[in-house]
């Protein structure tokens, strides 16, 4: 009897599928988060370390002791705060311009009907197809005969018209996704264009334009081709020249030298840390449709 009433509850029990896609999904993300954070992991560390700590020791242990003269020693001799300074002058004035300008466009392309805008929207994304390092002769004969060379405004404005394609390419996916319903009832009240894009399409834009943020401002941070060619004294220098020129000073201090790295990602990562709920929901939205 008791035979009998096993068989049937396990008849009766449905068998448990395992999910081995997600099992896959699982292994392979911790996987990369492991890759992507190693070179991460061993800057840190190395910045805590002593010169001898560093080549007697494993590149992942952990130091004996935190070295935080490192610090203190890269932020005397590295020119960190006249360059942070700088580069947060420039990302703190080109990106909300960039993207305002790059909004605009955008809204006109999707909103406003007229001649040759399919054609503007393709040379558009075209543009963002050129690499910097082609114009890189003639800006810099353009810059000088401006006079901006070692001014921020030689980098802003390069950096504003490099920038502009991609953005309105992304933006004008993003506002055509709002329904145009939208449209007639802002005129119905009485409303213009002007009205309509400060009130209505970029309120609703935020994710998008969170996205786009974060990414203008780790690539206007990090940018160097503009930077090496325009800001060429010492006064004027971003971070990315500031790092090139430490680390030739101090070839072999690994330790200040990655505390040096690691302060000059500060801004990055907190400016992520503000926008970062916006963020994968902005990119994924305005590439849906277009």
């Known amino acids: 009897m008791s035979r009998r009433t096993n068989k049937a509850d396990a008849v009766a029990r449905p068998r448990r599928n395992v999910d081995y896609i997600r099992i896959g999904l699982w292994i392979a993300l911790a996987i990369s988060m492991l890759v992507w954070a190693m070179p991460l992991i061993f800057v840190v560390l190395t910045s805590l370390k002593s010169e001898n700590q560093i080549f007697s020791t494993s590149s992942f242990s952990l130091p004996s002791s935190a070295e935080w003269a490192n610090y203190a020693k890269a932020l005397q001799t590295g020119n960190l705060l006249t360059a942070g300074g700088n580069s947060l002058l420039i990302a703190i004035i080109k ?18 009907k007229f001649k040759f805008s399919r054609g503007l929207l ?15 002769g ?22 504003i018209g490099f920038g502009l394609p991609y953005q309105v390419f992304i933006l004008y996916g ?37 996205a786009l943020f974060i990414l203008d401002f780790v690539s206007t941070w ?18 990315p020249l500031a790092i090139q020129s430490f680390q030739s000073q101090f070839t072999s201090s690994y330790g200040p030298l990655n505390a040096f790295t690691i302060m000059s990602i500060l801004p990055v990562v907190i400016i992520y840390l503000l926008f970062q709920r916006y963020f994968v929901q902005g990119m994924f939205t305005g590439a849906v449709k277009g």
């Open 95 to 112: 990106v909300p311009v960039g993207l305002f300008i790059s909004a605009a466009a955008a809204f006109a392309l999707s909103r406003i």
């Open 122 to 136: 393709a040379a558009f994304a075209l543009g963002s197809m050129v690499p910097i390092q082609v114009a890189l």
């Open 174 to 210: 993003f506002f055509t996704a709002v329904p145009k319903e939208i449209d007639e009832s802002v005129r119905v009240d009485g409303g213009g264009n002007l009205r309509l894009f400060l009130q209505i399409i970029l309120p609703l834009s935020k994710p998008a334009l969170a």
């Open 222 to 239: 990090n940018e160097y081709a503009i930077a090496l060619v325009v800001l060429q004294n010492k006064a004027s220098q971003t971070i």
């Open 138 to 159: 003639p800006l810099f004969r353009t810059i000088l005969d401006l006079g901006l060379l070692n001014n921020p405004l030689g980098v802003i404005l390069p950096y």
